[in-house]
């Protein structure tokens, strides 16, 4: 950890783990916050507001986590999920910051605005967040995260038909997972 990331103290152990797989946020400012409720998402990443224009090192990011979330008719605590899949979840959100990092202001302005404008522009956004946590080494994180989803008895088919629609599919994270290791 260090002086520039904000964790809640309840989730510090499973955070540092995500963390630990992306030294480059090493100096990144990060802040871990719980919200009450998050519309379609369960976490959620993106710059501070007043950071949104800076330069790259000195943007500060604030990854927001639902404290509740609903599957069927059940709501869950965010803080009682396992913890494979909360590192999991806090991995692709962190996939987010390191693409964020990757842009310029302008770019990530333009970023932001196909992000609300666009539904094809989701898919590749989300896409490219797992494919940042696969090429970190947490393929097994967020593999557990997917399968916890999608084989789920109690998570509505809705829900599951949005994972498979914006996110990559356990298959596709095999794929990379041999590209990254040079396996054809």
Do not use: C
Not at 71 to 99: N, Y
């Amino acid at each position: 950890m260090s002086a520039q990331h904000i964790i809640p103290e309840s989730i510090k152990g499973n955070v540092n783990t995500a963390l630990s797989y992306y030294p480059q946020l090493k100096d990144i400012n990060l802040e871990f916050r719980f919200k009450k409720n998050i519309k379609k998402s369960t976490m959620q990443a993106r710059p501070t507001f007043g950071s949104f224009l800076k330069s790259r090192k000195n943007r500060a990011y604030v990854i927001l986590i639902s404290e509740k979330f609903q599957i069927a008719d059940k709501e869950f605590s965010t803080r009682h999920i396992p913890d494979a899949i909360f590192i999991g979840w806090i991995g692709h959100e962190l996939g987010h910051v390191m693409d964020y990092q990757n842009r310029s202001k302008l770019n990530l302005v333009w970023f932001g605005l196909k992000y609300l404008l666009s539904q094809s522009h989701i898919v590749e956004a989300e896409r490219a967040a797992d494919a940042f946590a696969v090429n970190h080494g947490m393929e097994d994180y967020i593999l557990k995260t997917k399968n916890f989803i999608l084989n789920h008895a109690d998570i509505t088919q809705a829900y599951k038909d949005r994972i498979k629609k914006y996110y990559l599919s356990p298959e596709e994270i095999m794929h990379l997972v041999e590209e990254r290791d040079g396996i054809e």
